[in-house]
């Protein structure tokens, strides 16, 4: 059976890739810290919240768990993000995207949990990243 | 006929070990550690920083897999060599921040690695050294287990300090 934290973290994922941040943000402890990919640590519910909104204004992003587990004080998972561009985003924080354009990542998260389970930190490394352009898909 | 060992016995039977080459003598790690707990991890740590190569590569798989930041590796074999070739130019030390265990076949860990160059290294896979050259960087790595072995070792840079 599931591990609970695990359950959590999987409608988590579900609100995230549905754009609920209404559902999202009870998931956060009102003092979380979430590091992105380039460094920045984004603080607080609204922080995070206002991210995201603005990604996905120009790209979409699914992520998929690909493997997740807790020892109860900590959450570590593997997960698949996938970014899609919806138009062109010349200013995306990992390079300029055209519409059509793909972006995986692979990467490894560590999410910390407070005594209720929202998340006080959320921190991704990433293993593996790779752009499949849509000009690349056409020219096949 | 079975008998228990003699002198004999037991020294052609380190020679045999011996035979197999330094850093490659497929002991278990001691059986009282459970694979997959924090004790057991950090035994391993504390034989990598002690270039105990003999002790940290019986923690691998023989067809274990290496992803790290400065090479793609697999076998025990091949990561000792690396890392032998390494620590001959570098100072290493790993301390382990963060553990989180899957049980007996997975674990998460953030690493912090020291390198120290002993000497110039301009060609490094992840970036040049000059001999003094201080760099650390915290690393998140995911080691997947099978029958108490890594059988996959995959490591992130999260950031450089």
Do not use: C
């Not at chain 2, 050294?129 to 915290?138: A, I, N, P």
Request: aromatic letters at 12%; proline letters at 5%.
């Amino acid at each position: 059976m599931e591990d609970e934290i695990v359950t959590r973290f999987r409608a988590y994922m579900a609100a995230f890739n549905a754009h609920d941040y209404a559902r999202l943000v009870d998931f956060y402890d009102p003092e979380v810290q979430l590091t992105i990919g380039n460094g920045t640590v984004l603080r607080g519910r609204q922080a995070i919240v206002d991210f995201y909104t603005n990604v996905n204004d120009a790209t979409t992003r699914q992520i998929e768990i690909l493997q997740a587990w807790s020892d109860g004080d900590v959450l570590a998972a593997e997960i698949q993000s996938e970014f899609r561009a919806l138009r062109d985003a010349p200013d995306f924080t990992s390079g300029p995207m055209l519409r059509g354009d793909r972006y995986y990542l692979n990467s490894f998260a560590l999410y910390d949990l407070g005594p209720d389970r929202r998340f006080t930190r959320i921190r991704a490394a990433v293993f593996r990243r790779e752009w499949r352009r849509l000009a690349d898909r056409q020219d096949r | 006929m079975s008998h228990d060992p003699t002198r004999r016995d037991i020294l052609a039977a380190g020679g045999a070990l011996l035979a197999l080459g330094p850093g490659l003598v497929s002991a278990q790690p001691t059986p009282a550690l459970e694979p997959g707990t924090r004790p057991w991890f950090e035994r391993y740590l504390a034989a990598f920083n002690g270039k105990d190569y003999a002790g940290f590569s019986a923690y691998y798989a023989p067809d274990v897999r290496f992803f790290g930041q400065a090479a793609t590796l697999e076998g025990p074999r091949a990561i000792v060599d690396f890392y032998r070739g390494v620590h001959a130019r570098l100072d290493e030390r790993v301390d382990l921040v963060t553990f989180v265990s899957g049980g007996p076949t997975r674990i998460m860990a953030e690493i912090r690695t020291t390198l120290v160059a002993r000497e110039d290294w301009p060609d490094f896979p992840t970036g040049p050294f000059t001999r003094g050259d201080r760099r650390q960087s915290l690393n998140f790595a995911l080691y997947e287990i099978a029958d108490g072995r890594f059988q996959r070792i995959r490591s992130a840079r999260f950031a450089r300090l």
